[in-house]
């Protein structure tokens, strides 16, 4: 099965609403159907195992929060590795 996502927000995986105590994430349509589909509310981490074991292809992931976090771990990286 091949999931698509339109992008973030409300009408997706979720977003982040103001509360009394600061910042929470109401999570979305698309969200909620993922939960469902798997059978329970996934963890960040059981996510990123999702990731590292190639379950899921990050080359394939295409959100504007997790393109920024992989092109500021690339140039990270590339300094890195330039010694």
Same mark, same amino acid.
């Given at each position: 099965?091949?999931?698509?996502?339109?992008?973030?927000?409300?009408?997706?995986? %979720?977003?982040?609403? +103001?509360?009394?105590?600061? #910042?929470?994430?109401?999570?979305?349509?698309?969200?909620? *159907?993922? @939960?469902?589909?798997?059978?329970?509310?996934?963890?960040?981490?059981?996510?990123?195992?999702?990731?590292?074991? %190639?379950?899921?292809? +990050?080359?394939?992931?295409? #959100?504007?929060?997790?393109?920024?976090?992989?092109?500021? *771990?690339? @140039?990270?990286?590339?300094?890195?590795?330039?010694?």
């Amino acid at each position: 099965m091949i999931l698509m996502l339109s992008g973030e927000g409300k009408t997706d995986m %979720g977003q982040m609403v +103001p509360t009394e105590r600061g #910042m929470r994430f109401e999570p979305g349509p698309m969200a909620w *159907l993922v @939960d469902r589909m798997i059978g329970h509310d996934a963890s960040a981490a059981e996510q990123a195992e999702w990731v590292r074991t %190639g379950k899921i292809d +990050p080359e394939r992931i295409d #959100m504007p929060s997790f393109n920024a976090f992989r092109d500021e *771990l690339n @140039d990270i990286l590339d300094f890195v590795a330039a010694g």
